[in-house]
């Protein structure tokens, strides 16, 4: 954290705030009257990714005009998907050669032993240099990442490699143990994969952890043994007799179907705990990267289909265009690799910020004749998306309405004109329409008029738009004959309301406006609330005091409540703030 001046004013590392992990504190310097800017930076403990800001505060000053940043996930280096993508390649070679030997399509030379420790050579390197590249994207040392959850993921990898690795010795130095070491080493295979894909994605989507990891686990698996064993056998073609090459096709070919088939379930079932929505497939770029892959598999899976063995004895013809389109398939899925690599390098839509949620509130007419719901898309100021739905008071079928349209009022904002939105009808008694009209936070009176023949029918409804987070600082001195005082920074200025008393029964609210530098906003209009959180608020009558101060007159109860200020300046800045007060029994 800087101050104006860029010195820094922080005198110690952050830590956990009460035993939140989710929340940390940072030891300060006393802080003086101005600016400060914090530039803050986290490293995701599922999948590495760096997310980081800044923000600006003041003490006792304003820091508008000071560049802020909001969170953003930083892009992951090319440095990173080379690193992911040597070691996905290297855990195919691994496993598909070690599966070979064990189910006994990799030939009898060897071959399928000594690609599975090239697989091994390349998963060693490609964790390596995954390693420094999530160390510099976090910015830190590597014993501090290896200290993190991000580098306990990297060190379980390390140690199923090693396994692996030590069962790859074993298969070389001992022949006879040949299998059972190979077999051994696809097992520490798939728990490198596990620690993997634990470390991903998969462990923070929007299904159960179990479900969604089991599932990945199950797809990289599957197309290790299906690719993997696909290099092994044409490696294993190599010197072979015509009748031996057949047969190892013979074992291999059952096996790559059934892999085919998990890999594409698999996929699919990712992809939709991944995605939001269809449209994510091209308004993302990891939609774009996943349905690029799924495409790409497609033609993969259409050329391993014309090499399934056809009935009968093979031929040097056959086995020669299988040789041929087998090194295409294989091609075709190194370049599949590369982009499952990127998918690991991108924040998956189902990850990303979650969409604002949206308001609903019901009600029916005076004559109880008509019931209606009303939705929104987003309870943020703006555009939004409007759905109505209308129904008969007594059977709850829907209504078919000739014109239906809803009109807004403001009601804190007394000098806004109300405005009208016609909606279209939609399905099953629905009508549908999109516009800016709630254009600030606060209450909103929204009428729903609904005409049909015979007659119309008027709906009061009323939302209310939540005010954004503010901060607000209390000065409240025991023993002090002063009240306190609830000091709130809006985005056009501050407002200061202070109870007198701060009690059960009649009380006053002092209320100011004034700018970042403590001097009185003129303020031509204001509007106070309060009521118990959760309940309808109440209006409260106003009085004038001077240009920036007023006074509104309260009746409070024990308990928490929540007192609204809406005001309009005299330069036409609207200030909005929500206090909450908790008044003694």
Not at 432 to 459: H, K, M, Q, S, Y
Request: with cysteine; net charge neutral.
């Amino acid at each position: 954290m800087l101050d104006a001046g860029g010195a820094p004013e922080q005198l110690g590392r952050p830590r956990a705030a009460g035993g939140d992990p989710s929340t940390l504190e940072v030891p300060l310097r006393r802080l003086r009257r101005g600016v400060y800017t914090v530039t803050w930076k986290v490293l995701s403990a599922v999948d590495g990714h760096a997310t980081d800001g800044t923000f600006a505060f003041g003490v006792r000053a304003s820091p508008s005009g000071v560049a802020s940043a909001s969170a953003t996930t930083s892009r992951s280096s090319k440095f990173e998907l080379l690193a992911r993508w040597i070691f996905l390649l290297g855990m195919i070679a691994l496993i598909g050669g070690a599966v070979a030997a064990v189910a006994r399509f990799g030939g009898g030379s060897g071959t399928d032993l000594g690609l599975a420790a090239i697989g091994w050579a390349l998963a060693a390197v490609g964790l390596a240099l995954l390693a420094e590249a999530q160390r510099a994207n976090a910015g830190t040392s590597l014993g501090e990442l290896l200290d993190s959850s991000v580098g306990t993921a990297l060190i379980w990898r390390a140690a199923a490699l090693g396994t692996a690795g030590l069962a790859l010795l074993v298969a070389w130095r001992r022949p006879v143990a040949r299998r059972p070491a190979l077999a051994a080493a696809a097992l520490a295979a798939l728990g490198v994969v596990v620690a993997h894909v634990d470390a991903g994605h998969a462990a923070a989507g929007g299904w159960p952890a179990a479900i969604a990891v089991a599932a990945q686990v199950t797809h990289f698996a599957a197309a290790g043994v299906w690719l993997g064993g696909l290099a092994a056998l044409l490696l294993g073609f190599r010197g072979a007799g015509a009748g031996e090459k057949a047969e190892a096709v013979g074992r291999f070919a059952p096996i790559a179907l059934v892999s085919v088939l998990i890999v594409f379930a698999t996929g699919v079932l990712r992809a939709i705990d991944e995605l939001n929505a269809w449209g994510d497939l091209l308004d993302s770029g990891y939609g774009r990267a996943v349905l690029a892959k799924f495409c790409l598999l497609v033609l993969i899976v259409a050329i391993a289909a014309r090499n399934r063995p056809r009935k009968g004895p093979a031929t040097g013809t056959d086995i020669g265009a299988l040789r041929r389109r087998s090194r295409l398939e294989l091609g075709l899925a190194v370049v599949a690799v590369a982009l499952a690599a990127l998918l690991g390098t991108l924040a998956p839509p189902g990850s990303g910020q979650a969409p604002p949620p949206g308001l609903m509130v019901s009600g029916a007419d005076f004559g109880t004749t008509t019931r209606v719901e009303l939705k929104t898309a987003s309870d943020e100021p703006g555009p939004n998306l409007f759905t109505l739905a209308v129904e008969d008071y007594d059977s709850g079928e829907a209504v078919a309405a000739d014109r239906v349209s809803l009109r807004f009022t403001p009601l804190d904002d007394p000098g806004v004109s109300p405005s009208t939105l016609r909606l279209k009808k939609g399905p099953g008694g629905t009508y549908t329409g999109t516009g800016p009209n709630l254009a600030f936070d606060g209450r909103w009176a929204v009428d729903a008029l609904i005409e049909r023949d015979g007659g119309a029918v008027d709906v009061p409804l009323e939302l209310d738009l939540p005010v954004p987070k503010q901060f607000v600082s209390v000065l409240d001195i025991p023993g002090s004959p002063k009240p306190p005082e609830y000091t709130m920074q809006t985005e056009n200025g501050y407002i200061r309301i202070s109870p007198d008393p701060e009690r059960p029964g009649p009380s006053r609210i002092f209320i100011s406006t004034y700018s970042e530098f403590e001097n009185p906003v003129p303020t031509d209009q204001l509007v106070v609330t309060a009521g118990a959180p959760g309940e309808p608020p109440r209006q409260l009558p106003v009085r004038r005091l001077g240009d920036a101060r007023f006074v509104a007159t309260v009746e409070f109860e024990p308990g928490p409540v929540e007192i609204g200020v809406v005001a309009r300046t005299r330069s036409g800045s609207r200030l909005r703030g929500v206090f909450t007060i908790d008044v003694p029994n």
